[in-house]
Every structure is written in structure tokens, then in C-alpha cells.
């Protein structure tokens, strides 16, 4: 018997085998991420680039707080940044997006914020200061670690655990939020 005839019956039944174009497959996509764990240069958070397969992280490369900001910003090429867009502004974290001045210069910000995200996991500043250096109050409820109540409210940016990794929009979206008091105030004592 010959299934030559029935095999090209089946081979031209099946998706883009019958001059159709098979669709494209999923690739993976970059990121930027930040994670509340200390940095391996002391710093009390870790900035990263994140590599992200159908929702998943399946990579991450740990960048410097400068390296973090140019690149999301714009300022130099990035892999998670490959139109040189300011991301800050993209997401409206305004404490941190460079501003046009009416003379055409850029005033490009320090962007505090990331300074203040230890603040998101510990009680007081954990890290040894100079005499005469004022040791900065955090905004956890507990000497080491965010309560529990803490955790359910940061868990809305995917961070389950304190040194989990935020990545995405839901970085900015944290990082827009910490910069309203209203929200500082209820993520340390609730409303």
C-alpha cells in the first residue's frame, strides 16, 4: 500500500504546512529588576537585568545602582532598553526621570528612591556608620524583616519573600508608589 498520497493529505492538514507561514515562536525578553537582598558591593538592594520567557525569569545579571539607572534611563544601550527611552518617565517614577529644562539641558535626577528601598525591609539602617552619621529610621515594622502584613502589600509586585526579585512594571509601579506618602504611611503602620 502506498501512504504516500495519505501522508500529504495529513502534512498539508496541519498549520502552516500548506504554503502558510508557521507562527513565530515565543522569545525570551529583557527587563530591568531590583531585589530588596544586599548587593555584593554593599549596597542595601541589587539592580539587575532580567530575562524573561513566557512570564517566567529564566536569567538575571546583576548591574550596578549607575549601570541600573543609565540604562534605564536611556542614557546607554541596553538589551532591556533597545529604544533609549526613559523608562522613568515611560512609567511615571518621576523622582528618578531625567528632566528636559526649558534651554534644551537635561537635569537628570539622583533618584533617592533607590536609596530608600532598604527602607522597605528593615526597622533601622542595618549597616555600620561613622560616628556623627545619623542612622536613618526604616519603614519595616519588624528589626529585620518586613511583617507579615508588609509582605502581603509587597507581595502585589512579586516579591513573596524579602529578597525576592521585582522586575517589570511591577518595579515601576513600586517604585512610583513609594513616592507617595500616602502610601509610605500605610506601608509602615497602615491606615
Partial sequence: MNRAPLLALLFAALPGTSGQALPPSAYATYTFGLSLATSLNSQLMSCFVVKVFEGEVIATEPVTRDQFLQQVRGLVPSKANTEGRDLFAVHGVQACQVRLEEDGSRTIPYCAVL?????????????????????????????????????????????????????????FRLLRDMGDPEWVDNYRKGL
Fill in 115 to 171: 536609596d530608600d528601598l532598604w527602607k522597605l525591609r528593615f526597622w533601622e539602617y542595618p549597616l555600620h556608620v561613622q560616628d556623627g552619621q545619623r542612622v536613618g529610621k526604616g519603614w519595616a515594622e519588624q528589626p529585620l524583616n518586613p511583617s507579615p502584613r508588609q509582605m502581603l502589600l509587597l507581595s502585589g509586585y512579586g516579591l513573596r519573600h524579602p529578597t525576592d526579585l521585582c522586575h517589570g512594571e511591577a518595579m
